[in-house]
């Protein structure tokens, strides 16, 4: 069930969408409305595991908590091709290859991509874009792919 909240947008002379509640600004319009749900505690996806009832803003977030911290008995493991490691989701296996053995491949962290130019505002972004934007080894490129 979503709550509905009446989100009113403020924008800035560039077009931006500007909080009014902090002032943080968002390019999109649906980032704004997520960021805007947080300061209104609108969480309307709850984790019914007893004992749990961890609540989220989003599905999504709500998916990968389940499979994180409650995870389905023989639930298949991501495997890195590079070292021993294993992770319950690809996102994080992608993340994991970037930090870890992205030497020699994907450049250092930078707020700016510097094979696309687009723009990042923490290292997990960045990596898991860079693992993507730069031409990969063999072993992880089929890893990486789609």
């Not at 509640?21 to 997520?34: A, H, L, P, S, V």
């Not at 030497?103 to 898991?128: E, H, L, R, V």
Request: hydrophobic residues 35%; proline residues 5%; positive net charge.
């Amino acid at each position: 069930m979503t709550t509905n909240v009446k989100m009113t947008y403020l924008r800035n002379e560039k077009g931006e969408f500007v909080c009014p509640e902090c002032g943080d600004i968002k390019q999109r319009q649906n980032t704004m409305f997520y960021h805007m749900k947080k300061h209104a505690g609108v969480l309307d996806h709850v984790c019914v595991e007893p004992g749990c009832g961890k609540a989220f803003i989003q599905k999504a977030g709500l998916q990968q908590h389940m499979m994180q911290a409650h995870p389905v008995e023989g639930a298949a493991l991501w495997n890195c091709p590079c070292c021993d490691h294993t992770c319950k989701m690809k996102a994080n296996l992608i993340i994991h290859i970037g930090r870890k053995h992205g030497a020699g491949w994907i450049p250092p962290m930078a707020d700016t991509c510097t094979g696309c130019n687009k723009q990042f505002s923490s290292a997990t972004a960045y990596y898991y874009h860079a693992v993507q934007c730069f031409p990969a080894p063999a072993e992880i490129a089929i890893l990486t792919e789609g």
